[in-house]
């Protein structure tokens, strides 16, 4: 199933996450209505990371507001 109409993910105090968040952000910036990601209080330090942010913010046309 694809989430063509999120617009909304809220993710914030979840210490699991770990690297699975890589390919969440990464797959994130192909969904043409996501408009707020929030990973605040998230363990988010690995280089892969902060390369799927990079392509998140370069690639979105929609998001407008990123929490990290």
């Known amino acids: 199933m694809r989430a ?3 617009q909304v993910l809220k993710m914030g105090k979840n210490a699991i996450i770990g ?3 890589d390919a969440i952000l990464y797959n994130l910036a192909f969904s043409p ?3 707020h990601i929030d990973f ?3 363990p988010l330090a690995s280089a892969e990371t902060a390369e799927a942010i ?3 913010v370069k690639i979105s046309g929609s998001l407008e507001t990123l929490i990290l």
């Open 54 to 56: 990079y392509k998140l």
């Open 4 to 6: 063509k109409q999120l």
């Open 40 to 42: 605040s209080e998230d």
């Open 33 to 35: 209505k996501i408009k």
């Open 19 to 21: 690297r699975g968040a």
